[in-house]
């Protein structure tokens, strides 16, 4: 059943991991006054009843970026945030051949009992809301400070929690291989510049919450970004190259640097 759809873990400070049958994995971080929604998964799961669930507070609902296992779940509430450079991509609502095509090749199976193919990924929120780099997301007693970390796509944002000191990453850092030869990614040195400028913030959070991860993991070592910024450093200084990779997104090199790697094409660095 759509209720029974996900696995929650609560990983401390009042934040409960939420996996999207693990294919991707969302939060809800509660504060005094608000709680706030860390992406909205595939819409498959009853999002909203979850959360209640969860949390009496109103939820406030961010996009970390554009990316349809991200956002198909924004048409389950009123209002949602997302990076003004990701807007156009949160938009997008897949045409009828292509939701087919996800139903059978990329959503998390078996789907429930319940599942209703005509209403699913047709409609966004009521209000696409746009933010921008240092936007505060104030929940009453905590306030989540938003990092804009372009490259994975051009409006991929982290959020810091200082009070926490955990950082929420989407798809911009996360245990496993961060892909960057999307049509929509910047090139590699260019998420090496956001990295690194990331990286400036490193004294404010100890722990980071991945967009992808296996729920029992949660929280995750900071270690993982300095791992990912050496390792993108050595292929940009051509001391690495990774071999050839296939995706259903498109083919590039992948590179592994132990707690995490990167899919990317060298015609882009
Ligand atoms: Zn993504």
């Not at 996900?6 to 809800?28: C, H």
């Not at 998420?191 to 991860?213: K, V």
Request: aromatic share 8%; net charge negative; glycine share 10%.
């Amino acid at each position: 059943m759509r209720s029974e759809w996900f696995k929650v873990r609560e990983v401390g400070n009042a934040t409960w991991a939420i996996d999207d049958r693990g294919s991707d994995v969302m939060y809800l971080v509660g504060g005094e006054e608000r709680c706030l929604l860390v992406d909205t998964g595939w819409g498959v799961g009853d999002l909203p009843a979850l959360a209640a669930s969860l949390s009496p507070l109103p939820p406030t609902v961010v996009n970390t970026h554009g990316h349809p296992d991200h956002t198909f779940g924004n048409g389950q509430f009123a209002q949602v945030y997302v990076h003004a450079a990701d807007e156009a991509a949160a938009r997008k609502l897949p045409p009828a051949e292509m939701r087919t095509w996800m139903v059978d090749n990329v959503l998390p199976k078996p789907l429930p009992a319940d599942f209703q193919f005509d209403t699913w990924a047709v409609a966004g929120p009521d209000s696409l809301e746009t933010i921008q780099d240092g936007h505060v997301f104030d929940l009453g007693g905590r306030a989540l400070e938003v990092i804009s970390v372009a490259g994975h796509t051009p409006g991929s944002i982290c959020l810091l929690d200082r009070q926490a000191r955990v950082l929420f990453t989407g798809d911009s850092v996360l245990p496993g291989a961060i892909w960057l030869h999307l049509g929509e990614s910047l090139p590699l040195s260019r998420f090496h510049e956001s990295l690194r400028r990331l990286q400036g913030s490193a004294d404010a959070f100890d722990t980071i919450l991945p967009g992808h991860a296996d729920l029992q993991a949660l929280p995750l070592s900071k270690t993982l970004l300095d791992d990912l910024i050496d390792g993108i450093g050595r292929i940009l200084a051509g001391e690495l190259v990774g071999r050839e990779e296939k995706t259903f997104a498109g083919d590039g090199l992948r590179c592994d640097f132990g707690s995490c790697g990167i899919v990317y094409r060298p015609d882009r660095l």
